[in-house]
T-cell receptor
Framework: DTEVTQTPKHLVMGMTNKKSLKCEQH?????MYWYKQKAKKPPELMFV???????INESVPSRFSPECPNSSLLNLHLHALQPEDSALYLC?????????????FGPGTRLTVT | GQQLNQSPQSMFIQEGEDVSMNCTSS?????WLWYKQDPGEGPVLLIA?????ELTSNGRLTAQFGITRKDSFLNISASIPSDVGIYFC????????????????FGQGTTLQVKP
């Protein structure tokens, strides 16, 4: 099973709303990632979790709050977002010790902030 | 920061033609990866390369890790309509910073369109 699942597939939220994006993998990967992607651009790394601990935060605004409840799940909590935060949000996972750079991506959540 | 220069930016080809694209850097990379992304979907890993000079195939796709470790190439033979999409190269630069688990540098992508 090389599948990373993400829910919801689409999300429309107002600037005062609080919402969460969810990601799940069952490949035994111990590294999980959040990326933001604008149209026709490469993914931009936001956060990395290694062994359920936050290891990289790419200076992401605090209105984005990641959480890794266990080795299979990754959440991204959203609050007070801006219209420019509208994008495709991608989750990915990989091994840590063996081939750590082979990242497997989910289908993404298309987020629109109104 | 480090950058990957991916070219061409876009290609419009006839079905059945072969396709070549490449990625270059001014610094050395330890790992090269090639991804394909369909509209509205996440990137799919096509090929991973770990050794200088390595040549790896995946069906009609062939990728190479350049001898200088500063470039990589992806070739697609006998293109078909479902090859349409954006192809991204990605790499892990050397040396690997401490605690920098899995942080990849992405190229800007090559958009491929195939005319039936």
């Amino acid at each position: 099973d090389t599948e990373v699942t993400q829910t919801p597939k689409h999300l429309v939220m107002g600037m005062t709303n609080k919402k969460s994006l969810k990601c799940e993998q069952h490949m035994g990967h111990r590294a999980m990632y959040w990326y933001k992607q604008k149209a026709k651009k490469p993914p931009e790394l936001m956060f990395v979790y290694s062994y359920e601990k936050l290891s990289i935060n790419e200076s992401v605004p605090s209105r984005f709050s990641p959480e890794c409840p266990n080795s299979s799940l990754l959440n991204l909590h959203l609050h007070a977002l801006q219209p420019e935060d509208s994008a495709l949000y991608l989750c990915a996972s990989s091994h840590i010790a063996e081939r750590p750079y082979e990242q497997y991506f989910g289908p993404g959540t298309r987020l629109t902030v109104t | 920061g480090q950058q990957l220069n991916q070219s061409p930016q876009s290609m419009f080809i006839q079905e059945g033609e072969d396709v070549s694209m490449n990625c270059t850097s001014s610094s050395i990379f330890n790992t090269w990866l090639w991804y394909k992304q369909d509209p509205g979907e996440g990137p799919v890993l096509l090929i991973a390369l770990y050794k200088a000079g390595e040549l790896t195939s995946n069906g009609r796709l062939t990728a190479q890790f350049g001898i200088t470790r500063k470039d990589s190439f992806l070739n697609i033979s006998a293109s078909i309509p479902s090859d349409v999409g954006i192809y991204f190269c990605a790499g892990q630069p050397a040396p690997v910073p401490s605690g920098n688990t899995g942080k990849l540098i992405f190229g800007q992508g090559t958009t491929l369109q195939v005319k039936p």
